[in-house]
T-cell receptor, first 114, second 113 residues
């Protein structure tokens, strides 16, 4: 069965510093996608970044990068130059081919300190 | 461009009352549609998904039901709400046969009292 693990329930980072949010996954499907979503206090789910299982290079989107280590089944999110507006819940998620479905991790609450 | 609308934003309902949450998608056809629930401080739990009109798959047996009367309309319902139905409900859509992510609606915060 597919599973996402996020071992950091909460993280603190100083403004302007970089932070890494951990995500490990478990699947036997050779084709899958990995995603990170941000959920601010308003509740909306905001897509941040995507990594396909066959992608050779790590995905990057502005200040977000995904450190994809396929052999270790990890997909950590790196946020560079943290901003106060980055304070939110962050969810790692995985899609898999034979079901049009995602599985989400439990989330990590990031707090950016001024 | 595609947009997803979900309403109402907040709802307070008494135990035993009915529920109807609506979600519509614009700018695309034949989307996959999903209902998720998020309990306070928790992750997302998939409730229902639909790959076409009238096609509903239930992930969690409970007193909720879903319907898809039109291609871009997805409705979450209950005949009698329970206290445990309180939570944050999110609708989402994705392109069929592509695992390129969901786009979520803005959510409905339901409080059953």
């Amino acid at each position: 069965a597919q599973k996402i693990t996020q071992t950091q329930p909460g993280m603190f980072v100083q403004e302007k510093e970089a932070v890494t949010l951990d995500c490990t996954y478990d699947t036997s499907d050779p084709s899958y996608g990995l995603f990170w979503y941000k959920q601010p206090s308003s509740g909306e789910m905001i897509f941040l970044i995507y990594q396909g299982s066959y992608d050779q290079q790590n995905a990057t989107e502005g200040r977000y990068s995904l450190n994809f280590q396929k052999a270790r089944k990890s997909a950590n999110l790196v946020i560079s130059a943290s901003q106060l507006g980055d304070s939110a819940m962050y969810f790692c998620a995985m899609s898999y081919r034979w079901r049009q479905n995602f599985v989400f991790g439990p989330g990590t609450r990031l707090s950016v300190l001024p | 461009s595609q947009t997803i609308h979900q309403w109402p934003a907040t709802l307070v309902q008494p135990v035993g009352s009915p529920l109807s949450l609506e979600c519509t998608v614009e700018g695309t056809s034949n989307p996959n549609l999903y209902w998720y629930r998020q309990a306070a401080g928790r992750g997302l739990q998939l409730l229902f998904y639909s790959v076409g009109i009238g096609q509903i798959s239930s992930e969690v047996p409970q007193n909720l039901s879903a319907s898809r009367p039109q291609d871009r309309q997805f409705i979450l319902s209950s005949k009698k709400l329970l206290l445990s139905d309180s939570g944050f409900y999110l609708c989402a859509w994705s392109r069929p046969l592509q695992n390129y992510g969901y786009t979520f609606g803005s959510g409905t915060r339901l409080t059953v009292v």
